[in-house]
Nanobody, 121 residues
Framework: QVQLVESGGGLVQAGGSLRLSCAAS????????MGWFRQAPGKEREFVAS???????TSYADSVKGRFSISRDNVRTVYLQMNSLKPEDTAVYYCAAARVRGTRPEGYEYWGQGTQVTVSS
């Protein structure tokens, strides 16, 4: 089992920045890829970014490319740096762990509880 806890969400004005963190515990000795997803009210959960276990590969949704950056400093902590935030970025953000990196929520085995990000105009 892997437990994931997100932090760093909050309220920010459009154009501002936030950095989300995801701390992993439990069976973290395995080589898990990590992803960030988000879900706005009334919408499906959507892919935001992913990073391989070795941090050698990253992927981003087109809507955040050039504004968001995913990184990890070790096996246990993953970050999502969000710059130039827009009101449409408002959502609950989730981190997730998977053995195979992908863009579909169904491919991720473990999920955090989510952290709210609200961007005001």
């Amino acid at each position: 089992q892997v437990q994931l806890v997100e932090s760093g969400g909050g309220l920010v004005q459009a154009g501002g920045s936030l950095r989300l963190s995801c701390a992993a515990s439990g069976r973290t000795s395995s080589s898990y890829a990590m992803g960030w997803f988000r879900q706005a009210p009334g919408k499906e959960r959507e892919f935001v970014a992913s990073i391989s276990w070795s941090a050698s590969s990253t992927s981003y949704a087109d809507s955040v490319k050039g504004r968001f950056s995913i990184s990890r400093d070790n096996v246990r902590t993953v970050y999502l740096q969000m710059n130039s935030l827009k009101p449409e970025d408002t959502a609950v953000y989730y981190c997730a762990a998977a053995r195979v990196r992908g863009t579909r929520p169904e491919g991720y085995e473990y999920w955090g509880q989510g952290t709210q990000v609200t961007v005001s105009s």
